[in-house]
């Protein structure tokens, strides 16, 4: 429910977060609430806060690490960064937002590191 257009035509930083346990946490899930602003049922909440894709995605990757105050380290895929990372089965860019909640993650790396494979030894 919070302000995303406000806020960023206002100069203040939007971050994505999980709100666990209040929601599922998933961050597919609020990217799609935060471009589409519908809620489970289909009803519209505070449409004219809606936000683009990029402005979504950057919530939840350069702007959740400047937030931090990780910046320096992640947020972003640069020589010298993280690279804490998904693979999605499908680009948020190119399908349905009703349809961004539901993309497949098809890996997770964190460092860098299969966090499958991390996980297992």
Request: include cysteine; charged fraction near 25%; charge should be negative.
């Amino acid at each position: 429910l919070y302000r995303g257009r406000g806020f960023l035509d206002h100069g203040v930083a939007l971050v994505g977060s999980s709100d666990r346990p209040v929601t599922d946490g998933s961050p597919l899930r609020a990217i799609q609430f935060m471009v589409e602003r519908a809620s489970v049922s289909g009803r519209l909440v505070g449409p004219d806060e809606a936000v683009t894709v990029d402005e979504a995605l950057r919530a939840y990757t350069v702007a959740g690490a400047h937030a931090c105050r990780w910046e320096e380290s992640a947020g972003a895929l640069s020589p010298g960064m993280r690279a804490d990372l998904v693979v999605l089965g499908d680009d948020p860019h190119r399908v349905d937002p009703s349809r961004i909640g539901d993309i497949e993650i098809v890996g997770t790396f964190v460092d860098g590191r299969d966090a499958r494979v991390a996980r297992c030894h």
